[in-house]
């Protein structure tokens, strides 16, 4: 019989196998092939089996994977487990993404690669002090105080350590236990080499041979044994990694030498020294194993350092705050802080959630989140972002984003997620790698046999030896490194000059663009737009009537162009009137009805839309202030065009010289607006951009992104509004301005947190250096593999004389791996400005 069912929990090829496996083993089961991209099983069996019989193998497994019939979808269970109590999260995942975003609940190494798992980095942005008693450590309270019980002051708890801390130390003292017991043989076996060895004198080489192997087993069996139990795994599950091969390298090494001294007899007479024992390889074994626990040591350590940048922001958040109530000031843990609080903040003290000042005016460093070193000065009603410092001067906040809603917890988090992702480039080394570690077993087997057949005495010696060298330095670790670690040190580079990237395949796209769309508005211009003038068209209207027209109709838009004349009407204390059956018309403009009087404001096709007609002195009006580079909307009042209003928008003082930088760097610039050609034009030219659009709607600048990349360009789109969401998510790198709209950044692949065009060229110059970066990890890696492995076969040999030991194999692959982090962590240093 033959059944088809649905598997649910599979991630990757190692979770295929293993279901493979498992059903396999059923009793009653000929033939099951899993297929991972249906998450199907096809099941052969000599008579029917239950659905339950393979629900209950499934679970007695490890209940990571479900199986049910075709069509039905069954939740799966969380087995809770305790987590580990520390500064992490208790999640745990591979550093090499061998399983995606898979992660664990506890530490161990991966199933596919044999890595030492890393924890996740809590992403909490506030961390809650506890206090105890130094004589009653069960007292524990949220806040400082006396004992209960003896009266004595409470002490601030030490936060335990995270499982990242906890693995490197536990990695360490094995080390030193290895050390220990190694360089004790070492120092025997190379004691072979001195004439008349006085060793010798006190005791017989074979009884030498045997305390090597007394002191071999503390580090084969302690120290390093989770190399072989790794090794077993990865055969077993034929997920073939580097611990394949320094399993069966050292493994082989360490039973022969076993063997040997319990049945010298076995061997043939070039395997044995002058004294009549086998010569014996424990020293080999075990400092072969002992410097790649160097390796591990050295990983664990600069695992730290490549997510630093997500602990540093991490640091940037304050804790306590200072709520005013009724006048009278308390201070709160920030997690007590709610929409509306208004808050105290003082010189020197940290801006504790996203809000905006209601009382007084300072300077706010925010180098910490934009990257730029010069203080911004803040006055009323201006925004101020949690973790910024606050310079010489107290001012009053009310709070508007609190928790995970603000810019700082938001940064966090992209930035955490986005150094897990994987590049395209990544699938490259996944090849690689995938067919690497059987071709290496083949060729240390032709090592052995070529050795063996043609080699000089002792041949069979030096087959062994090359043999087991072949395996030892072709570990492929420092290939699945080369990609993640650049990642992850370049988006936290990215992140401390704010610019924001949301995956890893944002940083490769982003190297290859040659065609960037920008708009006007809040991208290339200031984004805060000014009423220069108000005027009327008709003598029955005045210039306020036609002012308190505009600022009525727009009292209901949230267009930041709206605010401004709502704000100009204010200033000129009219009145504001209810707006009855207010809508705006995407690209065009606004219509309602104020005291009865149909009103319709935008530009000409808003005019063309209203049927009222826009004669010829009108428009020359209107062009007049259009070539200066000023947005005009009309109004018109019942279908007649009746009046105007005249908006400034400032150019950002980065534009221009950030437009230069990126043509100079060959990328093409073009311009895309909503406003009147005669504006764009006049924008244009002071920009010196030969290339722009104006009029455009929001499918017109999508339709432009779809030409564009029709014709083979790489484009990015940099925008901030609603209106260029579309054209955001289409381009191949959307770019959102972290000034703009929240729907603009979710549709963007990177967020500029200053919201000017610099950060472009610092995007553009980041994406160049990690993949620079991530080329140079992946040559070094393929090139000493491609050099390492034909050495340690010894085909320089017949020539030089040189043979390659596996100890100096060992220590060669050992620092490939550290090498290509070293390599990663260079850009920390690199400037993207």
Request: charged share 20%; with cysteine; net charge negative.
């Amino acid at each position: 019989m033959k059944h088809t069912y649905h598997i649910q929990g599979m991630t990757c090829n190692g979770c295929r196998n293993h279901v493979e496996q498992t059903l396999s083993k059923v009793e009653g089961v000929s033939n099951a092939s899993v297929n991972l991209e249906k998450a199907e099983a096809t099941i052969e069996m000599e008579s029917h089996i239950p659905i339950e019989t393979f629900q209950k193998a499934m679970q007695d497994d490890d209940g990571s994977y479900i199986i049910h019939k075709l069509g039905e979808h069954h939740k799966m269970e969380e087995t809770k487990k305790e987590k580990p109590k520390g500064k992490g999260t208790g999640t745990f995942y591979c550093p090499m993404h061998c399983e995606g975003d898979k992660t664990y609940d506890q530490p161990g190494d991966c199933p596919v690669c044999g890595m030492d798992l890393v924890e996740e980095v809590n992403l909490s942005a506030t961390t809650t002090e506890q206090w105890t008693c130094p004589m009653h450590p069960e007292i524990v309270k949220d806040e400082a105080g006396a004992c209960p019980i003896c009266g004595m002051d409470l002490v601030p708890m030490e936060a335990d350590s995270s499982a990242e801390e906890k693995t490197y130390k536990k990695l360490l003292k094995k080390f030193w236990i290895a050390v220990g017991f190694t360089l004790p043989i070492f120092i025997i076996a190379m004691s072979e080499m001195i004439p008349s060895n006085p060793l010798y004198d006190v005791m017989e080489q074979k009884w030498w041979n045997w305390i090597q192997f007394g002191l071999s087993i503390p580090v084969v069996f302690y120290a390093t044994w989770m190399f072989f139990e790794r090794a077993y795994r990865s055969i077993k599950t034929w997920n073939l990694n580097m611990f394949t091969l320094i399993g069966i390298g050292a493994g082989v090494a360490w039973l022969f030498s076993v063997f040997g001294m319990l049945f010298p007899d076995f061997f043939p007479e070039q395997f044995k020294t002058e004294s009549g024992a086998v010569h014996v390889y424990f020293e080999a074994a075990t400092v072969i194993l002992t410097l790649v626990l160097m390796g591990q040591v050295l990983e664990a350590r600069a695992h730290s350092k490549t997510n630093s940048a997500v602990k540093e922001l991490l640091k940037l958040a304050p804790n306590k705050a200072i709520r005013v109530v009724n006048g009278s000031e308390e201070e709160v843990s920030i997690d007590q802080i709610e929409k509306g609080d208004i808050l105290r903040v003082k010189p020197g003290d940290k801006i504790p959630v996203d809000g905006k000042i209601t009382e007084g005016e300072t300077t706010v460093d925010e180098s910490m989140i934009s990257g730029e070193p010069i203080p911004v000065n803040k006055t009323t009603d201006d925004k101020v972002s949690s973790g910024t410092i606050n310079g010489n001067q107290s001012f009053l906040m009310e709070a508007e984003k609190v928790g995970s809603e603000t810019l700082l917890s938001q940064i966090i988090h992209m930035v955490n997620d986005a150094s897990r992702s994987r590049a395209p480039i990544q699938k490259l080394a996944d090849t690689v790698s995938g067919y690497f570690v059987p071709v290496v077993v083949i060729i240390s087997l032709i090592t052995f046999a070529v050795w063996a057949i043609w080699g000089p005495e002792p041949a069979y010696v030096f087959a062994l030896v090359n043999a087991i060298a072949v395996l030892i330095i072709a570990c492929p670790c420092a290939l699945g490194l080369a990609t993640p670690m650049s990642v992850m040190v370049g988006v936290g580079k990215g992140a401390q000059n704010g610019v924001l990237i949301k995956n890893a395949e944002a940083l490769e796209k982003m190297d290859k663009v040659d065609t960037l769309i920008v708009d006007k508005t809040g991208t290339i211009t200031e984004g805060k737009p000014t009423v220069e003038k108000m005027g009327s068209f008709l003598d029955r209207f005045r210039e306020s009537d036609i002012t308190q027209l505009i600022a009525s109709l727009n009292s209901s838009s949230e267009h930041p162009l709206a605010e401004a004349t709502v704000k100009y009407g204010k200033e000129q204390k009219t009145e504001i009137y209810k707006v009855e059956g207010f809508s705006a018309v995407t690209g065009k403009g606004v219509e309602g009805t104020v005291n009865g009087k149909k009103l319709d404001l935008g530009n000409d096709k808003m005019m063309e839309y209203a049927k009222a007609t826009i004669s010829t002195v009108m428009r020359d009006k209107a062009q007049s202030f259009q070539k200066q580079g000023k947005t005009v909307s009309y109004l018109s009042v019942d279908g007649e065009v009746a009046g105007y209003v005249v908006i400034g928008d400032k150019i950002k003082e980065t534009s221009a010289k950030a437009i230069k930088e990126l043509q100079d760097k060959g990328i093409d610039v073009i311009m895309l607006t909503g406003d009147n050609h005669d504006t764009a034009q006049a924008v244009a030219s002071e920009l010196n951009l030969a290339n722009f659009k104006a009029g455009m709607l929001p499918e017109s600048k999508l339709d432009e992104v779809k030409k564009l990349q029709e014709n083979g360009h790489v484009v990015a789109m940099a925008g901030d509004g609603i209106n260029d969401a579309p054209a955001l998510a289409k381009s191949d790198v959307g770019i959102a301005m972290g000034t703009g709209t929240d729907v603009a950044i979710e549709s963007a692949m990177i967020t500029l947190v200053k919201g000017d065009l610099h950060g472009i060229v610092k995007a553009r110059n980041l994406s160049h250096k990690v993949m620079r970066n991530i080329k140079q990890n992946l040559f070094f890696a393929l090139i000493y593999n491609t050099l390492g492995v034909p050495v340690a076969a010894g085909v320089l040999f017949p020539v030089f004389g040189i043979l390659l030991s596996p100890m100096i194999a060992a220590l060669a692959m050992s620092f490939s791996s550290v090498s290509v982090i070293a390599n990663a962590l260079r850009l920390k240093t690199k400037s993207i400005n």
